[in-house]
Structure formats: structure tokens, C-alpha cells
């Protein structure tokens, strides 16, 4: 009888170590998924930019204008043959023509094949990029409501979608904090993007 009883305590022993190491063992598996997707949330990808034709897509000439210049010249400034929109079409015009075959072959011809739509995607929130699957013509088609300061807001996201052969490439969110003018905005940008090209647009 003792002997049956050891037996039976054994048994239970080992099914409960089993519970507890597979139990562990679940507990491994989840942190470690945790953490991998924790990592690749954090991680933001590249792209090699050698020449790139800059599209500001907002609602005011004015604010299309300094996006577009500022930015092509951040990009000079590090080696890129950068582009604005601005010198293929006069301001004021529908970006949306930057999408038929002509004009493409026109810029094609200047030695430019990639394209970055700079739009705004919002104040004092985070956001994330949107409609990954469009190609560059139903980008266009896209509208920007935002101007690019609001007395209200602190902060302001861009979103960067850049397109070869009308096809998106690679697309980030860049959140420029601690604004409280039109000028800071800009100057938040230069600083901000700035890094960004250093770090990740180029080589």
C-alpha cells in the first residue's frame, strides 16, 4: 500500500512538472513574440535616394511651396539631385498632372525616377502612414485638408510616400514636436526630416 501511495505521488509530480514547464514554456514563447513585434514596430526602414522629384500635396501654394523647397534643399545639401514640383509645374497647378505619361517622361529625361509626396496627416496625435497599397496616381487624388500651423496645435505629423515606376516604395511618418508658429513648424522640420535623411534616405 505504501509503496502503491509513493508510486501515485511520483506520477502526480511529474504531471505537475510537466504543467509547470509547459506552462514556462508558453510564457517564453509569448515575451519572446512580444518582444519581436515590440522591435519591428520600433524599427523604421530604409531607402537609397540618389534623385527624387518633391511633391508638396497641401492646400496652400504658400505652404506647398516651403515644403517643397525646404526639403529639396535638405536633400542637396546631402547629395541627392532633388527636385521640386514647383519647377516642372507653376504653382497653383493640379499636382495630379504629375501622373500622365508625358510629364513623366519629361522628368525621366532630367534624370529623375523617383517621386516623394510630403503631405500633412495631423496635429497632437500619433499616426500612422495610410493606404499603403495606392500607387502614385490615386496619391494625388488624395486631398490635404491641413494647413501647416494651427494656433491650437503643439505638434504636426508628415507622412512621406516616395514611388518608382508608380509604385510605393517605402513610406514613413515624421512627428515634429514643440511648435508654436509657422516658422517653428519648418524649423522643427528641417531638424526632423533633416535626420531622417542623414540616418535612412541616403547613403
Not at 26 to 35: D, L, M, N, R
Not at 97 to 104: E, F, G, M, P, V
Not at 153 to 179: D, L, M, P, T
Request: net charge positive; charged share 30%; with cysteine.
Amino acid at each position: 500500500m505504501k509503496a502503491f501511495i509513493l508510486i501515485a505521488l511520483i506520477a502526480f509530480s511529474g504531471i505537475v512538472f510537466g504543467q509547470d514547464a509547459s506552462e514556462a514554456k508558453t510564457e517564453i514563447v509569448k515575451a519572446e513574440k512580444t518582444k519581436k513585434a515590440k522591435k519591428s514596430k520600433k524599427a523604421k526602414t530604409s531607402i537609397t535616394l540618389t534623385n527624387v522629384l518633391v511633391i508638396g500635396q497641401m492646400d496652400k501654394p504658400e505652404d506647398r511651396y516651403s515644403i517643397e523647397i525646404n526639403l529639396a534643399e535638405m536633400l542637396a545639401e546631402r547629395g541627392v539631385k532633388a527636385v521640386p514640383s514647383l519647377n516642372v509645374m507653376k504653382l497653383g497647378s493640379d499636382a495630379r498632372n504629375l501622373a500622365t505619361d508625358s510629364i513623366q517622361k519629361t522628368i525621366l529625361a532630367k534624370g529623375v525616377d523617383t517621386y516623394c509626396v510630403v503631405t500633412i496627416r495631423g496635429f497632437d496625435r500619433k499616426h500612422t502612414v495610410s493606404n499603403l497599397e495606392d500607387d502614385f496616381a490615386t496619391t494625388l487624388e488624395q486631398a490635404s485638408f491641413f494647413e501647416l500651423y494651427r494656433e491650437d496645435a503643439v505638434s504636426i505629423s508628415f507622412q512621406f510616400k516616395f514611388f518608382r515606376n508608380n509604385v510605393c516604395v517605402h513610406s514613413e511618418i515624421v512627428k515634429c514636436g514643440n511648435i508654436g508658429s509657422r516658422e517653428t513648424v519648418l524649423k522643427r522640420f528641417r531638424k526632423k526630416v533633416g535626420k531622417r535623411i542623414s540616418k535612412a534616405w541616403t547613403k
